[in-house]
């Protein structure tokens, strides 16, 4: 998708606006070649402008850093984007721009972010599995090497088969999940954790016969 064109690319600073708001945006997830951005809806937004800009600072760019030539993605809505155009051990800014009907900037985001080489894993979990009134409740320990720890994610096999996702979770003091409508045959649940550069740890398998 080819750029929005907010305003005159020829001209050198972005369109004025008496007072944008300021715009959620942070970041999920990076590697070595990635970086996942995420943002937020701003009111009356019909568009939105993801900005990079390499800044080795503790303080964001200021607005007229976001013109065409660091505009990395466009989209309609609130959403994420995976920038995979980075160099490991480069520090950057990703910006935000929410835009009006007319190309106002309604509001304005910053976030630092920087490509990594951290390779290690987290640690894996120990699981443990209760059965109760026709549930599975699986329930675990954060990992003690939990550092930069992102999320957990829960997958479920059934006689042997696939394994399918069937659980996330964002919120790292949330270590249980209830599997409500487990279905039968020897199942195996597994319990991964992940951080935020995308390493995952081993899987912590337990098996359960259901009838």
């Known amino acids: 998708m080819a ?14 606006v008496s007072d944008p708001s300021s715009a959620w945006i942070s970041r999920r997830w990076m590697s070595e070649s990635s970086i996942e951005v995420v943002w937020s809806a701003t009111d009356d937004a019909v568009s939105y402008e993801v900005h990079r800009v390499v800044r080795i600072s503790d303080s964001p760019p200021d607005a007229s850093a976001m013109t065409a030539d660091t505009v990395v993605h466009t989209s309609d809505d609130k959403g994420v ?27 304005v985001g910053w976030h630092p972010t920087a490509a990594v080489t951290d390779e290690q894993p987290p640690e894996p979990v120990d699981v443990s599995l209760e059965q109760a009134d026709g549930s599975v409740l699986l329930t675990w320990q954060v990992p003690a090497e939990n550092y930069q720890l992102h999320s957990y994610q829960i997958r479920r096999s059934i006689n042997g088969g696939e394994a399918e996702v069937v659980g996330q979770t964002w919120q790292l003091d949330q270590t249980s999940f209830l599997d409500d409508e487990p279905p039968t045959g020897v199942v195996t649940y597994s319990v991964i954790s992940y951080d935020f550069h995308w390493n995952l740890s081993e899987p912590t398998e337990v098996t359960v016969e259901l009838s």
């Open 3 to 16: 750029p929005i064109e907010a305003y005159d690319p020829d001209d050198e600073q972005p369109p004025a």
């Open 81 to 107: 984007f995976i920038d995979e155009g980075v160099t490991a051990g480069t520090i950057y800014w990703h910006g935000i721009r929410g835009l009006g009907n007319d190309g106002t900037v309604l509001s």
